[in-house]
């Protein structure tokens, strides 16, 4: 099966059957750069193409908002069925892949805490994390952030020098919280290369935000 072709059925799939429970962070774009950045990564950590095209279009196939109480269990759902929709509409799909992509599905997610085991699912987990970071990183967090109705920050202590951090309640926080930590939670060294760079703007960010509403870092 010739993974050119494939990611373009899949991605013509999605279009026309697009991801339950999807928001503007979890949408079809968000599914291409996850994508694009697995790509990436195993042109220079090796890894099967099909399996990581395969996950990496469906690894949010179902994701249920951030509030949502069963929230860690999306990835499960996710990997359930990402099997259904390859066995339906993609029958010459490799059936002995099947197992590679629920795992890497399965075991992609921050919030399930698992460990991915192959280089596949390390790879998705990677490329999933690195569209938290950078640019498109800062502008979800603020979107999700306003479909949570959270506020941006706390008035008295942006930056939680004295108080504790609360990313369910103030959108900066989200940043200490998980996103800064990232580039030490990646599993490639292609991965990790990025995330440094990327979470570097995020820095570069609250400094800025720092300087304009004269709070200390």
Do not use: W
């Amino acid at each position: 099966m010739n993974p050119f072709i494939f990611e373009k059925r899949i991605n013509e799939y999605l279009r026309l059957n697009p991801p339950l429970q999807c928001d503007g962070a979890h949408d079809l774009s968000h599914l291409m750069r996850v994508a694009r950045n697995a790509k990436r990564i195993i042109a220079r950590e090796g890894g099967e193409p099909l399996v990581i095209i395969a996950a990496s279009y469906l690894h949010d196939i179902i994701s249920l908002p951030k509030n949502h109480p069963e929230r860690k269990l999306s990835s499960m759902f996710s990997a359930e069925k990402a099997i259904e929709i390859l066995s339906a509409h993609f029958p010459e799909f490799p059936s002995h892949l099947y197992d590679s992509v629920a795992h890497a599905i399965f075991t992609h997610s921050y919030s399930a805490g698992l460990t991915p085991e192959t280089i596949e699912a390390k790879t998705l987990q990677d490329a999933d994390r690195l569209d938290a970071l950078g640019a498109i990183g800062l502008a979800r967090v603020f979107y999700i952030a306003g479909a949570l109705q959270q506020k941006l920050f706390d008035d008295d202590d942006p930056f939680a020098i004295v108080r504790a951090l609360d990313d369910k309640k103030f959108a900066i926080d989200h940043f200490q919280v998980k996103l800064l930590r990232l580039p030490e939670m990646m599993n490639t060294a292609e991965g990790k290369r990025i995330a440094i760079v990327n979470a570097g703007y995020l820095s570069d960010y609250l400094e800025k935000l720092a300087k304009e509403i004269d709070s200390d870092l």
